[in-house]
C-alpha cells in the first residue's frame, strides 16, 4: 500500500511535468505564429504608409508628383513596383493635416461624413512620432497611422498624419485568436491525456526495477539467513560441549565448513551482480584462441565426469582468436559446466561444440540431464530463480550463475539461449562476435 502511494505521487509528478512541458511549448509556438501572422498581415499597411510618406516628403522637396524618377545606372527603363506605389498610393490612406494648435486643417478634403462622423472628437497626440501605430476611431474601426512633421515653412501645416483602414486585417487577426484558444482548450485535454499516458509508461520500468529489487533484497536475505543460521547452530553446539575432541564434533565442524564456502561464494555472486548493475566492472580485453581456450577450461571436468561415469565429450571446429575477457570467459564457462555435472546422473552425457555461424562463434553446451521445463526456460536467466528449490539447495546453487553468465555473454557482445533437447536434457547456446 506504501508503495502504491509512492508510485502514484511519483505518476502525477511525471505527468505534471509533462503537462507543463507541453504546455509551455505550445505556448511559445502560439506567439510566435500570431506574432507571424500578425506582422505579415499589416506589412502592406505599413508598406503603404511608409511610401505614401517619402511621396509626400519629396513634393516637398520640389519634386514634381508626377515625374518617374529613373533607377541610377539603369536608363529609363520601367519604374520598379516601388515606384509605381509611391506615384500611385492606395486610395484607403486618409491625409489628416494638423496645426500646431492640434486643429484639422483639411475638413473638406477628408470629407465632411467622415469628419462628421469620425474624426469631430480625434486629438492629435504627439508621443509617437515617425512611428506606425495602431488605433481605432469609436471602438470600431482599427487604423494603422503614421504621423511627422511638416517640414514645409510657407503653410500652417505642423504635422501630417497617414490613416490607413485594416479592419478586413484586424478580422483575420480576431479569427485566428478564436482559432488559437480552441485549439489550446483542445491541446490541453490532449496534453493530459498524454501526460498521463507517457507518465504512466515512464513508472513502468520504475516499478518493474522497484519490484526487482524488492525480490533480490529478500531473496538475498533469505539465502544469507539460511547458512548463517546453521553455522551460528553448529557454533552453539561446539561452545556446550568445550571438552568434547575435533573427531567427536566433526560433522559440526564439516558442516559449518560448507554453509561458509557456500556463504563466501554467494557474496562474491552478490558482488559481481552490484558491480555489473553499477556498470563498475570493466572487462580486461586480449587475443584468446577459442578451441585451445575451451579445451584447456574443459580438461578438469572431462576427469570429474569419467569418475562419475558420465560421457564427456568435445567437438571443436573454431581454431580462431577472439578478444575477450580470459577471467569472465572462463567463469562462464566454469558456470555452465557445474550445472552439467550437477543435473546429469550416472551414464548421461556432457557435449560441448563449437563452430562459426554468420561470422560468429558458437558454442553449444549440451547434456542429458533431467532437463528444464519448457515453461520454465524464460525465467532461467532472472536472479534467484530455480526451477526446484529443493533439489537446488541440495546442489548448492542459489539460483545467481545463470544470471551472472548472462551478464558475461552481454558484456562480450553475445547473446545466450537454452533449448530443449529431442531426447533428454538442455543445450545452452552461447554467440560471440569473431
Known sequence: MFNKTIFRKQQLKFMLLNLLAFTVIFTIFSFIIFGQVQRT?????DEELQLFKERLTDNVNGIEGD??????????????????????????IVVIQWDSTGSILNEGEIGSLFYENYLTNYQLDKTKLDEITMTSIDDLYHFRYLLFEDTNDQNEIAYIQLLIN????????SNFIKLVTICSVIFIILSISASFILSKKMMKPIIQSWNKQAEFVENASHELRTPLTIIQNKLELLLRAPQERIADKFENIALSLSETRRLSKLTSDLLTLARADSAETELNMKSIE?????????????????SQDKHFWLNLKCPITINADETRLHQLFVILLDNALKYTGENDGIGVKTYLEDQRIVLEMSDTGIGIKEENMQYIFERFYREDRARSRETGGVGLGLSIASWIVEKHGGTIKVRKNQNKGTTFIIKLPK
Do not use: W
Open 290 to 306: 577459442f578451441d585451445a581456450f575451451v579445451q584447456e577450461v574443459c580438461a578438469p571436468y572431462q576427469e570429474i565426469a569419467e
Open 67 to 92: 515625374e518617374i524618377r529613373p533607377m541610377p545606372g539603369k536608363g529609363n527603363q520601367d519604374p520598379s513596383p516601388i515606384d509605381k506605389k509611391r506615384e500611385n498610393p492606395n486610395p484607403r
Open 166 to 173: 485594416v479592419d478586413a486585417e484586424q478580422t483575420i487577426i
Open 41 to 45: 498581415l499589416y506589412s502592406h499597411a
